[in-house]
């Protein structure tokens, strides 16, 4: 089942519970915390993610591009997240963390940069609950999404289905009606999508007609019939 999380990057950070509402059905909110060191952008931080966990039902998809996630992210699961994922390239102890995150109660996510590849990390993956594969530098919203990224997804499914996990896998960056069934097709099943949904006129509308795109792509594909 595809889930699509609409990121509130491209939303009114003035207006963040109506934004929510907005786009109320969707599966998550993703919500990307950037520290303005990992990434060149900054964002916002645990006071906000309390307020927005305290102003609407759906549940928070944290994505953090911040450096020493490992001091950062269990807060991230006191202050209301259902998830929380961390970047591999700036976590010191990843096994460590990924167990601090479930053990408090979230889903545990690692992220990997366009440049970062998944096979160092193939050991890893039993701790986790989900994969992020981002198909555009992170930082920014609205950027071109990176097609040489479907091998990577393709190569992540694979492992998933070797170890025969319930791994969910997530891509980040330039997912759109024009991009997402590549993306399902190669192996993803959670969708984040922040330019396709709130620059859409109606965005709940945006989000059940990306669901709708990425389940007939999905189920078309050729991992997801090995099920
Ligand atoms: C980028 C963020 C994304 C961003 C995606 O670093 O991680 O979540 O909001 O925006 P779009 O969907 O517009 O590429
Ligand atoms: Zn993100």
Wanted: with cysteine; glycine share 6%; proline share 6%.
């Amino acid at each position: 089942m595809a889930q699509i999380n609409p990121s509130i990057l491209s939303a009114d950070f003035a207006r963040l519970a109506e934004e929510a509402e907005a786009v109320r059905g969707a599966d998550w909110l993703h919500v990307d915390v950037m520290d303005n060191h990992f990434v060149p952008n900054l964002t916002l931080g645990v006071p906000v993610v309390e307020s927005l966990a305290r102003a609407t039902d759906t549940p928070l998809d944290l994505h953090l591009m911040i450096e020493d996630p490992d001091r950062w992210a269990p807060q991230y699961v006191e202050a209301g997240a259902g998830s929380v994922t961390f970047h591999v390239e700036a976590a010191a102890a990843p096994v460590r963390l990924a167990r601090e995150i479930r053990a408090k109660g979230a889903r545990a996510s690692m992220a990997l940069k366009p440049g970062t590849p998944i096979e160092p990390y193939e050991d890893l993956l039993p701790e986790l609950d989900m994969v992020l594969i981002m198909t555009v530098e992170p930082g920014f919203g609205g950027q071109a999404f990176l097609d040489i990224m479907l091998p990577k997804i393709r190569r992540t499914r694979e492992l998933i289905a070797k170890y025969d996990l319930d791994l969910w896998l997530q891509v980040d960056g330039g997912v759109a009606a024009s991009t997402i069934e590549r993306c399902a097709e190669a192996g993803a099943d959670v969708f984040v999508a922040g330019s396709a949904v709130y620059g859409a006129e109606d965005p709940a509308e945006a989000v059940r007609a990306l669901r709708a795109q990425a389940e007939r792509a999905t189920a078309g594909a050729s991992w997801a019939c090995r099920h």
